[in-house]
């Protein structure tokens, strides 16, 4: 379904975040005989919900209610956070009602033409931003949207010849129609299990980007044994492979010809040097010429809460990768400080995740340990297992204690690296809270 045939059409929203409100913005400014007639919600929202859709007639509706109340709409607009397995959007589907997301919409609209859409369990936001960096600075117009950037439907307001950078997570990728010009996978682990109901589903809703229709060039880590094996019916370009772009000792290579020294890249660590590959090929399965290396990264600046240094003293760097929601990611982090003095701060809501690989590898970098809940007695047990010193492995109640408990494992100074490999949501409202709150403590430690 696409955004102009909602004409006319009775509404229902389920949800009021930024996607959501970008709809009611550009529904009420393009669409006038189209209208919001119910808004649901989870719990009850604030009482201004109304004004904030643009809907003052809305019929505003939680819990049991929401069922009967959106069957009442010819199409419902879903926040990415409601999860498309829920049974109230199962009836609604089985009636015949189209379940969406403004993304969705905005994609139909454009029907996926000029459009590179970038996905993966970690390094979508950096692979897009990156995106979008390399093609402005060889010298044409582009936009960043999805997760990062603008809401996609905001893009309506812009010159249609300008190149759409979007990240898609899963959540959004669940019920597409269409998809992007060029589709772009960094990597794909275990992950988003309570939204998508099992890791198969999660793969698959994942994956399903790669067979949408637009999609003329699928981009895919050659090094993710997953997205290797994938053979979709687009045209594929690969990254991570000696015949494109790849990472060689430490920098970048093109066809196994060095290209970029690892200290010519703006972020650290072997993952951010492959995500500057999927950018790079990104480009060329677009259609772009890269633009001259290194000089069209400068200027690039890291993502907050993605390897981020918020804090140094006294021979501490504190740093925050709060967006390291999955052991795999946490790997990463650890990768990228080679030869450093490390204490790892870890733990967060418990998906199940497997953490004996992250556990040998902190005992292979000699690296300490601070767990925090709720996952931490499980990061703990493995760190043990692993063969880390019982007095380099501790616990910590939350993360003020933790903090000061890291501080402390370095007597003469090194990284203090929070890279939970896990959830936040137990203890905070996102990842960007609990990074916030990280930083805060930092300073108290005496940082700049």
């Known amino acids: 379904m696409r955004f102009s045939e909602l004409e006319g059409a009775r509404v229902g929203v389920w949800g009021a975040g930024r996607e959501i409100r970008s709809f009611a913005a550009q529904l009420g400014r393009r669409l006038p005989a189209a209208r919001i007639v119910v808004a649901a919600f ?21 819990g049991a209610e929401i069922p009967a109340a959106l069957g009442g709409c010819e199409v419902v607009v879903r926040s990415p956070g409601v999860s498309i397995h829920r049974p109230e959007l199962r009836v609604l589907r089985a009636a015949g009602i189209p379940v969406t997301t403004a993304t969705g919409l905005w994609l139909a609209e454009r029907a996926g033409r000029g459009v590179i859409g970038v996905t993966g369990t970690k390094g979508k936001s950096t692979t897009a931003a990156l995106v979008c960096h390399l093609i402005a600075a060889g010298g044409r117009p582009a936009r960043l949207a999805g997760n990062i950037g603008q809401a996609a439907l905001d893009l309506l307001d812009g010159d249609p010849r300008e190149t759409a950078v979007v990240e ?34 999660y793969r698959a809703e994942k994956l399903r980007l790669l067979e949408l229709p637009g999609v003329r060039v699928c981009v895919l ?15 594929v370009r690969r990254f991570g492979t000696p015949d494109g772009w790849d990472v060689l000792a430490g ?7 060095p290209v970029l020294a690892a200290g010519e890249l703006p972020l650290p660590g072997e993952h951010n040097a492959m995500n500057v590959c999927a ?9 772009i010429d890269p633009p ?50 490390l204490v790892l701060i870890a733990g967060g809501q418990d998906r199940g995740q497997d953490y004996s690989a992250l556990a040998r590898a902190l005992a292979a970098h000699g690296a300490g340990l601070v767990a925090v809940p709720s996952t931490g007695p499980r990061l ?11 007095e380099r492995a501790v616990q910590a109640a939350d993360l003020q204690a933790a903090v000061a408990r890291a501080r402390a494992l370095l007597p003469a100074g090194g990284v203090v ?25 930092a300073h108290e430690q005496g940082g700049d």
Do not use: K, M
């Open 221 to 235: 880590n050659a090094r993710d044994q997953r997205l290797a094996l994938l053979r979709p019916r687009a045209q």
């Open 168 to 201: 898609l997570s899963s959540y959004q990728i669940a019920d597409l129609d269409a998809g992007p010009e060029v589709a772009v996978v960094t990597n794909l682990f275990r992950e988003h299990l309570d939204w998508h109901g099992s890791e198969e589903a």
């Open 380 to 390: 703990l047990a493995a760190a043990h297992d692993a063969g880390v010193p019982a």
């Open 251 to 257: 920098g970048l290579a093109r066809a196994g010809e």
């Open 417 to 441: 690296l929070l890279s939970p490999a896990a959830p936040s949501y137990d203890r905070y409202r996102d990842f960007e809270e609990r990074g916030e709150r990280f930083r805060a403590l």
């Open 279 to 287: 950018a790079l090929t990104a480009l060329e399965a677009f259609g």
């Open 42 to 62: 989870d719990i009850a929202p604030a009482a201004d919900v109304r004004a904030l859709l643009g809907a003052p007639d809305a019929r505003i509706v939680t």
């Open 292 to 341: 001259e290396l290194p000089a069209a990264l400068e200027g690039f600046q890291p993502l907050p809460h993605r390897l981020q240094t918020v804090a140094e003293r006294d021979g501490v760097t504190w740093v925050d990768d709060s967006i390291s929601t999955t052991p795999e990611s946490a790997l990463a982090a650890l990768a990228s400080f080679p030869g450093h003095e």
